[in-house]
């Protein structure tokens, strides 16, 4: 199971299923991958350094990729770590640079941005057999070293490349809402449709994207609420809980 989460605090939300899902008599591995953008932007400022993005993607030069592995990596990985610790999840905080365990093809026209092509699975292996869950921040390797990945894609690259079963994207919403309501179910093929339609829009658009790529890699894709404390042991359990994307799905 690989959760995707954002880069702020976990307090009172959906992780805090974490210990039971765990410690169950269902138990499985879990790995999460996290995002960390509004704090890289924040250190980008006070660095004087601009932001610039081309189709929702952080343009990312020299100086840019220095930074995101400081703060991925290092303030935003650690953060994440301790807050798990301290609900009695034993984590250890990796990139994706680590192992390798993401290489990366780099993306024409946006500098260090990086593709996962391969995802090398030893390392979170290695972690599992010890007893930890992964936390890996959104870096790859690639021909002249780090890349950054959006970490949406890097969820969806590391559920697929582990043979997952499951892949949540954490999100401030119910899923994608249609009317106010989430649209239960969708088959990957219809994702892009969607977004064709203006019904996803803004942070939706790539986790939407990121979760078609997944299913067809044979991962159940959900894109829920990581506010709600329940949800992903419920989801777990068969429960209609946010939007659910893979090849099978019904329309």
């Known amino acids: 199971m690989v959760v995707k989460i954002g880069g702020g605090a976990l307090a009172g939300g959906a992780l805090e299923d974490l210990p039971e899902i765990l410690a169950g008599e269902d138990s499985r591995p879990v790995a999460l991958v996290h995002g960390g953008g509004q704090q890289l932007t924040r250190m980008l400022e006070a660095l004087a350094i601009p932001t610039r993005f081309r189709e929702g993607l952080r343009v990312t030069d020299e100086a840019t990729l220095e930074v995101a592995e400081m ?85 969806a690259a590391l559920a697929a490349g582990l043979g997952a079963g499951h892949l949540f994207f954490l999100t401030d919403v119910d899923g994608l809402l249609d009317g106010g309501s989430p649209v239960a179910e969708i088959p990957a093929s219809e994702c892009e449709g969607y977004v064709e339609e203006g019904l996803a829009v803004g942070g939706m658009v790539p986790k939407l994207r990121a979760a078609a790529t997944a299913a067809r890699g044979g991962v159940q894709a959900r894109i829920v609420n990581g506010n709600r404390p329940g949800t992903l042991s419920g989801a777990l359990a068969g429960a209609r809980i946010g939007t659910l994307i893979s090849e099978g799905a019904a329309a």
């Open 71 to 155: 703060v991925y990596a290092g303030s935003v990985n650690k953060s994440l770590v301790r807050e798990l610790n301290a609900l009695g999840i034993p984590a250890a905080g990796i990139s994706g640079t680590d192992g390798p365990t993401f290489r990366v093809a780099p993306v024409p026209g946006l500098g260090r941005v990086g593709a996962v092509e391969k995802v090398e699975p030893r390392l979170v292996e290695a972690l599992w057999q010890g007893g930890f869950v992964p936390v890996i921040a959104p870096l790859g390797a690639g021909p002249e070293g780090a890349y950054n990945v959006n970490a949406d894609d890097a969820a």
